[in-house]
């Protein structure tokens, strides 16, 4: 009995981590729980909180299918989540106060989208750019709040004024530095090949006078 448990023991396999379950469906659908779970009812909050409880880490990849199934509780519980109906919802004194206004962010992305950017620095555009994605990620936030909402649109308005155009002499000046520049090369070599002629020439000249 005891010789059976040591070869056992000695025939032992650690899991190698190649061996273990994709858990990156799991890892996403947690990502994509809402921060804010107060504004849905409790029973589907509970649900959400219930299959997220349910994720066993480190199983063997062999339990695969295991793990995608907690992911897809997790998916199917977020998207089953419900709002609370206002009726039922306690008022908020301070509720008016706190809806948030997009319009004006709104209406800066479209103008922001009409520019091309052929037209500027690229520089510039880059600044540009990065404060137009992050604008249009704000307003479609549901949770955004006004404070996020100034604060992207701030930032857009600044880097549109900030802007650089490109002068026609920037873009003219690649292609004139070039022409110089064959210019200068075919005017080297002519003179060299003026200059061989001529010495080749004298030469002559003096090869003769010699006789």
Do not use: H
């Not at 419900?82 to 306690?90: A, F, Q, V």
């Amino acid at each position: 009995m005891a010789k059976a448990i040591a070869n056992a023991i000695e025939n032992l396999e650690l899991i190698d981590s190649e061996e273990f379950a994709d858990y990156s469906a799991v890892d996403e659908a947690l990502s994509n729980v809402p921060e804010d779970l107060s504004i849905y009812t409790e029973e589907t909050v509970q649900a959400l909180e219930e299959a997220i409880a349910a994720v066993e880490r480190d199983l063997p990849a062999n339990d695969q299918e295991r793990v995608d199934a907690m992911a897809k509780a997790i998916a199917d519980a977020i998207e089953n989540l419900e709002l609370i109906d206002p009726e039922e919802k306690p008022e908020d004194p301070g509720q008016s106060e706190n809806k948030v206004n997009r319009s004006d962010l709104e209406e800066a992305i479209k103008n922001a989208e009409k520019k091309n950017k052929n037209n500027y620095t690229l520089k510039s555009w880059n600044a540009f750019e990065k404060a137009l994605l992050e604008a249009k990620k704000v307003v479609k936030d549901e949770l955004a709040t006004q404070e996020a909402i100034n604060l992207a649109l701030s930032n857009l308005m600044q880097e549109s004024d900030n802007l650089v155009l490109v002068t026609s002499e920037e873009q003219g000046l690649p292609k004139t530095a070039s022409n110089m520049f064959n210019l200068l090369a075919s005017g080297l070599l002519l003179f060299l090949l003026g200059s061989s002629v001529f010495f080749i020439r004298k030469r002559g000249i003096n090869q003769k006078g010699d006789f």
